[in-house]
């Protein structure tokens, strides 16, 4: 079993389980699939009637993402403490030769360690990147009335035309910060 858990999946095993969430979620409970809301239910729970964006019953309808967020952020920990493969991340030489490009040469973690540290984060590059992007994506997430996972898989599986054109933008937001942002900041 750990062998399994701890080999890739592919992809037509994976999707159509991430696939199938939409309508067991839809049937059991009503509920639809999404990230972004839980920051909104954690402010609410913390800071209540503050601001009429906050004015609502959190527990009533929050409680399904927050232990959503909750299992994320535990199951993150489980897979990388007791799930951790030893080996190196495979990435293309064509990936590694780009990268190289940016000045990125240290690719023996999940992500590259030039800029994700804290030296690198008291830099202009890193608080652009970790806390502008940040700042970012929390708001995009919010203006677009949901996050990439909850308008991609939900939305776009219930047909609405308002999760197309957010996952269009996403798309070309993630383009325009791969070719034109990324080499600014490096």
């Known amino acids: 079993m750990m062998e399994l858990l701890l080999q890739p999946w592919p992809w037509y095993v994976a999707g159509p389980l991430i696939g199938l969430m939409v309508p067991a979620l839809l049937l059991l409970d009503n509920r639809t699939f999404g990230i972004s809301s839980s920051y909104q239910h954690i402010c609410a729970a913390i800071v209540p009637g503050r601001s009429s964006y906050f004015a609502y019953d959190w527990k009533k309808t929050g409680k399904w993402n927050l232990g959503l967020a909750l299992g994320t952020l535990l199951g993150g920990v489980v897979a990388g403490t007791l799930l951790a493969d030893p080996e190196p991340i495979a990435i293309s030489a064509a990936t590694q030769a780009d990268l ?87």
């Open 100 to 186: 190289a490009t940016l000045g990125l040469t240290d690719l023996s973690g999940f992500v590259p360690r030039e800029v994700f540290n804290w030296v690198a984060l008291a830099s202009g590059p890193g608080l652009i990147l970790m806390i502008g992007g940040g700042f970012l994506v929390g708001f995009g997430a919010r203006y677009a009335g949901g996050c990439t996972s909850g308008h991609a898989i939900f939305g776009l599986a219930d047909a609405q035309l308002p999760s197309l054109i957010a996952v269009i933008g996403f798309f070309v937001g993630g383009l325009i910060s791969t070719w034109v942002l990324l080499p600014l900041i490096f």
